[in-house]
Antibody
Framework: QVQLQESGPGLVKPSQTLSLTCTVSGGSISSGFHYWSWIRQPAGKGLEWIGRIYGSGNTNYNPSFESRVDISADTSKNQFTLKLSSVTAADTALYYC???????????????WGQGTLVTVSS | DIQMTQSPSSLSASVGDRVTVTCRASQSISTYLNWYQQKVGKAPKLLIYGAKNLKNGVPSRFSGSGSGTEFTLTISSLQPEDFATYYCQQSYSNPMYTFGQGTKLEI
């Protein structure tokens, strides 16, 4: 069973870069079967997909974040990292890392999630 | 982007009730629709994928239906552990996945 654990600063100053790491166990981030995503949830609001990394470092991003997001992977540590630059208070949210996959019918779904980490953007 | 709209936003029900949550897509998404359950302070859990396929281990009182732009999640007989927030998510527009705003199911 895949397990994910987010880590990183809980407080980031406006205009700085938010950086979070997700450590994966029970699966290889370079397997090509799993797609490793970041998803966020502002307090009391819904879920927003930020982007993902898969295979040999391929990435896809939500256009809403594309100009300031970067997702990378460290296969030696089985980790992937989110960097979100030029943050504002609107980026305050609970950030989840999640693993998704396609099933035999071609349906994609998020199968495993980390417990989430709260990031507050404030001076 | 494909917009997902859930209704109602919140719902009060009792143990044993039959409950239905609706999710509408802004364009046809065939059956590329998933449902998740999120309890307070916890990460979401996948319940149903492909509109109607129950994930292994999910109780059979949960069911999903629909295609195109309108989908429903039904809980046939509410149990105390079912009180949570439910989200739909489309995977038609790969990889630009979008979620509904959630339906909070309350006692």
């Amino acid at each position: 069973q895949v397990q994910l654990q987010e880590s990183g600063p809980g407080l980031v100053k406006p205009s700085q870069t938010l950086s979070l790491t997700c450590t994966v166990s029970g699966g290889s981030i370079s397997s090509g079967f799993h797609y490793w995503s970041w998803i966020r949830q502002p307090a009391g609001k819904g879920l927003e997909w930020i982007g993902r990394i898969y295979g040999s470092g391929n990435t896809n991003y939500n256009p809403s974040f594309e100009s300031r997001v970067d997702i990378s992977a460290d296969t030696s540590k089985n980790q992937f990292t989110l960097k979100l630059s030029s943050v504002t208070a609107a980026d305050t949210a609970l950030y989840y890392c999640a693993s998704g996959s396609f099933d035999s019918s071609g349906y994609f779904h998020f199968d495993y999630w980390g417990q989430g980490t709260l990031v507050t953007v404030s001076s | 982007d494909i917009q997902m709209t859930q209704s109602p936003s919140s719902l009060s029900a009792s143990v044993g009730d039959r409950v239905t949550v609706t999710c509408r897509a802004s364009q046809s998404i065939s059956t590329y629709l998933n449902w998740y359950q999120q309890k307070v302070g916890k990460a979401p859990k996948l319940l149903i994928y492909g509109a109607k396929n129950l994930k292994n281990g999910v109780p059979s009182r949960f069911s999903g239906s629909g295609s195109g732009t309108e989908f429903t999640l039904t809980i046939s007989s509410l149990q105390p552990e079912d009180f949570a927030t439910y989200y739909c998510q489309q995977s038609y527009s790969n990889p630009m996945y979008t979620f509904g705003q959630g339906t909070k199911l309350e006692i």
